[in-house]
């Protein structure tokens, strides 16, 4: 019997299910490989359905959500978290940070039809997951090499390497060196390609840390650049704000600014 | 110099280029991109980094346009010759399962240019051999360098000037090239001195206008060139093994870690590091696999992940395996020290942590 799969979603913009959909021929591939029985975006919908793989997309952000990650939990063997927010909260995890009662009223009309947590927190803030795979959105290239793993029964092997190794074997010229730009680079996680650097602009860290960062002596270096707390605090909260050591180091950033 | 030394007009590099496109040489030099200068094809003399000079300091590199005619006057890029023979990442090998169930396994082949280099430095032909010994010893000669390596020519460029980073003539590899090219040319104020080291490297000027370099344009060389020597950092002393090894327990290591990024930039830009992992990217349909290998560096993780273990998961630990293999196991390995001096670990650290002063701090006990 095929393996089962089904492609969840939660608060996100869809970007990273787009991965599977990019796929090209392998997605016609997949499709002979696998039974993907819950995948709202391509069509199957069957969200309670015992699978083997979940792949889950999106944060935490309502009570709602904190059922339905139960029950995925509960109904599937093996459990994948895809992309920033569901791997650690995502871009609006920046809420994290706001006072919801405040703003909330001042958005929304009707704000009594609101019903949010305070909070967005990844996936692994509520259930146990398998295998987390970073990116803003994920890299379809990395997506298969997990399937293709799992698949084959192996723990997927990503390499969590910085930036700058892929970077340097693009023969990308370095912008932090040659312009003085704050590249996240040397404390992110490769995968993406090294796009960002590859057009003369900064890193942004949206594949997450890497491991072994060290964000202080990359923040001392953007200070020593000019950079005001303000703009260091903003390099680390971003799309991936909620990932522990990019908060912390934001933190510091923040108390040192107060 | 030798006295089969020729003078060459600047223009009659254009004739230069000309002449190893007829020959069938792929021309590769120097030409700047994205704030850099490096190493690409290049049919016109116009694409060389004309006036263009190269300001070097730790973390930091920049051009700069000084409206001379020089096309040779700047030191170095990120890269010298070791993505042209040591490619970055490519396929080796490729394994199919076959329908009885066994597998299959194929090399891949690569077809090879003859590639002719223009602009290459001393610093870069030293570290060139270095990998010679590294990849093309005894038995167990690497095909895909080899083959890349085989159908060089090399056309050095002695230096004129050093960066701020440059400590070649204390590595005892520069600036002035002495081996390893087939033709070399010396830039004076209006014209190149040219030598030749190879058959092949006569054959290539044989058609040029030369005239033989007269005794004021040798010493023109020659005071330039000395010039050069005259550098701003140095290595403690040649063989730097037993002050390492002894100095493994230092607390500065760690102090170093602070500062340390582990972002693997030194080792990617170091013309003799060769480190590399080999890796597995199997199709979606787990019937092919394709093992390729790629630039690694001793600051990643994976480099010292051993069945369970990684040996060296702090910085501090990574950052004095680059220094004492470098600087102190090279020379039970390959007979030499294994940097050239190029300065480029120095200029390419994004956070400025610089080999040189780390080395003397080292020897002076700090
Ligand atoms: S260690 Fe640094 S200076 Fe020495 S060859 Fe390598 S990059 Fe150049
Ligand atoms: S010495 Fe500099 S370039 Fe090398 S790993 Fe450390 S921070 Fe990166």
Redesign the interface.
């Known amino acids: 019997m095929k393996p089962r799969v089904a492609v969840h979603k939660f608060a996100s913009c869809d970007g990273c299910q787009l991965a599977f959909l990019n ?1 090209g021929e ?1 997605l016609l ?2 499709s002979t ?1 696998v039974e993907l029985v819950h995948f709202a975006e391509a069509g199957p919908v069957d969200p309670d359905a015992r699978v083997d793989i979940a792949f889950i997309e999106g944060s935490i952000t309502t009570p709602h959500d904190i059922d339905r990650i139960q029950r995925i939990r509960k109904n599937c063997k093996y459990l994948v978290t895809i992309g920033a927010c569901a791997t650690a909260g995502g871009l609006q995890a920046l809420r994290n940070y706001a006072n919801a009662e405040q703003w909330v009223p001042e958005i929304y009309a009707q704000p009594e039809y609101i019903q949010s947590l305070d909070t967005s927190t990844p996936i692994r803030d509520h259930v146990d997951v398998d295998f987390e795979l970073w990116g803003c959105p994920i890299s379809t290239q990395q997506l ?2 997990v ?3 799992m ?2 029964n192996i723990k997927p092997h990503i ?4 930036v ?2 892929e970077c ?7 912008v ?5 730009s704050p ?1 996240m ?3 992110t996680q490769a995968g993406c390609g090294a796009i960002c650097p590859g057009v ?1 602009r900064d890193c942004y860290a949206c594949f997450g840390p890497s ?2 960062a ?1 964000t ?3 923040a ?2 953007f200070e020593g650049f000019g950079f005001l707390p303000q703009d260091i605090i903003r390099r680390f909260r971003f799309i991936n704000n909620n990932a522990t050591v990019y908060k912390a180091e934001a933190e510091k950033w923040s108390a040192k600014n107060d | 110099m030798t006295s089969n030394v020729n003078f060459l007009a600047k223009a009659g590099l254009q004739t230069l280029i000309d002449n190893l496109v007829s020959l069938g040489y792929e021309c590769i030099g120097p030409q700047v ?4 200068i ?1 190493y690409d094809v290049i049919t016109n003399i116009a694409d060389l980094p004309v006036g263009i000079i190269d300001i070097q300091s730790p ?4 051009l700069e346009q000084t409206g001379d005619k020089n096309y040779f006057r700047w030191n170095n890029g ?2 010298a010759i070791k ?1 042209l023979v040591f490619k ?2 490519e396929p080796i090998w490729s394994c199919q399962k076959s329908p009885d169930g066994n597998l299959r396994f194929e090399k891949n082949m690569i077809s090879v240019k003859k590639r002719a280099v223009i602009g290459v430095r001393a610093c870069d032909i030293a570290a060139l051999f270095l990998q010679d010994k590294h990849f093309l010893h005894d038995h167990n000669k690497d095909e895909y360098y080899r083959d890349r390596r085989q159908e060089l020519l090399l056309i050095a460029a002695n230096c004129t000037k050093s960066a701020a980073t440059c400590f070649c003539n204390s590595t005892g590899d520069g600036p002035r090239a002495h081996y390893g090219y087939d033709i070399s040319l010396t830039e004076l104020a209006d014209g190149l001195l040219v030598h030749t080291l190879s058959e092949q490297g006569e054959n290539v000027i044989k058609e040029l206008e030369l005239r033989t370099a007269s005794q004021e344009e040798l010493a023109e060389a020659d005071s330039l060139i000395n010039e050069a020597a005259e550098q701003q950092r140095s290595l403690p002393s040649h063989n730097l093994k037993d002050m390492l090894f002894s100095k493994l327990k230092d607390a500065r290591w760690q102090q170093i ?9 030194c080792t ?2 170091c013309p003799t590091c060769f480190c590399h992992s080999e ?1 597995e ?6 019937e092919v696999s394709q093992h390729t290998r ?4 001793c600051f ?3 480099h010292s992940y051993i069945h369970g273990i990684t040996i060296r ?3 501090q630990y990574r950052y004095r395996q680059w220094l004492t293999h470098k600087f102190g196991s090279w020379h039970d390995q390959y007979g030499r020290c294994g940097c050239v001096g190029c300065g480029r670990c120095i ?6 942590i610089d080999v040189t002063e780390e080395l003397n701090a080292f020897a002076n006990g700090a």
């Open positions: 796929a392998d591939t997949i490989l298969l090499v399937l293709r793993d698949l084959s390499r969590q390497e910085k700058c190794m340097k074997r693009n023969q990308n010229i370095c932090m060196v040659t312009q003085g590249c680079g040397p404390v003369g491991e072994n060290n202080t002596a990359l001392n270096r | 991109r994205d704030h850099a490096v973390g930091q590199y920049r990120p890269q993505p970055p990442e870690a602070e500062r340390c990024l582990s972002c693997g930039n990617s830009v890796n990217k199997p199709a979606m349909n787990g790629q630039w690694d560096s990643s993780q994976e998961s702090e910085t200029s390419w650290c994004p956070v400025g």
